[in-house]
């Protein structure tokens, strides 16, 4: 063998020996020109008009899209917002920013609010309660209170009004469909419902309270919910009509009348709301 080839061997034999660093090499090449793509992708802030959501494993653009966007076919335009040329680039832990103008509308926004008032936007997979903006959108699963002294009102997509007093809570719980209205679940405290009178003609479902006790359809254009300490329920309509339903038994409330619901037990027969006292000088 000449020298040239026992070189040319040593030096191949050497080679070959260094092709599973060299591999490695270059795997971590392609990564480090990876990860800047991420992070390009996935920006730590975003634009207040929307919400901002975390991609959990399983996920796919398709169903955050029908999920958010209520339709499956919109995750180009979910793409695009987020400047994101390549769906491949979508992972579990990373965040996407779903815009105003695309996403779904909020149940309710916040109108008003009064002393110390929070939310919690379970929406947006948040858990720790925070103080809301005017203008805020809360959407399923979100929650509103209000501590002592304070006050909090929520306008809702067909002008209706919801009005929160001190020591409440209650709950966005259903999305309203074609067949079913908005529902909303009282926690405790009192709640005044303001219906939007453009809406209430004919008499139907705008939306449903429902209590740890009870559960109202709301037909008419003006009631109170109260929700005390023991989770029983009071309810009155101020003007229209209202339905209450428990344990299988539904009163009818025209205007003037209440039911009380005992927790456990069906509502009582509908009765005047008591006139305040005149006071005079």
């Not at 591999?23 to 802030?45: C, H, I, V, Y």
């Not at 008009?49 to 991609?55: E, P, Q, R, S, Y």
């Not at 339709?71 to 180009?76: E, T, V, Y």
């Not at 809702?156 to 409440?168: F, H, Q, R, V, Y």
Request: glycine fraction near 6%.
């Amino acid at each position: 063998m000449s020298p040239e080839g026992g070189i040319h061997t040593g030096f191949s034999r050497r080679f070959n020996m260094y092709l599973p660093s060299f591999g490695l090499f270059l795997s971590l090449l392609l990564l480090l020109n990876f990860f800047p793509l991420l992070s390009e992708s996935n920006p730590t802030e975003f634009p207040k008009d929307g919400i901002v959501i975390t991609v959990e494993k399983g996920q796919t653009l398709s169903t955050i899209s029908k999920t958010y966007l209520d339709d499956p076919r919109k995750w180009k335009e979910l793409l695009k917002s987020n400047k994101i040329d390549n769906p491949n680039l979508i992972l579990p832990g990373m965040k996407l920013w779903v815009p105003a103008s695309l996403g779904k509308k909020p149940i309710a926004e916040i109108a008003r609010t009064q002393g110390e008032t929070e939310v919690l936007l379970a929406s947006q997979k948040k858990t720790s309660w925070e103080n809301p903006s005017l203008g805020l959108g809360l959407y399923l699963r979100d929650e509103a209170r209000t501590k002592l002294e304070s006050y909090l009102e929520l306008i809702l997509n067909n002008g209706s009004l919801l009005e929160l007093a001190p020591n409440s809570h209650v709950v966005m719980e259903k999305v309203k469909t074609d067949s079913e209205p908005d529902s909303f679940l009282l926690r405790k405290g009192r709640l005044r419902a303001i219906i939007s009178k453009e809406q209430s003609t004919p008499p139907k479902k705008m939306f449903i309270l429902k209590t740890p006790a009870a559960t109202a359809e709301v037909k008419g254009t003006e009631f109170i919910t109260e929700v005390d300490e023991k989770e029983n329920t009071s309810v009155g309509c101020l003007e229209g009509k209202v339905e209450v339903s428990a344990q299988k038994v539904t009163v009818e409330l025209n205007a003037g009348y209440a039911t009380f619901v005992e927790k456990g037990k069906p509502p009582t027969t509908p009765f005047l709301i008591p006139k305040a006292p005149e006071i005079k000088p």
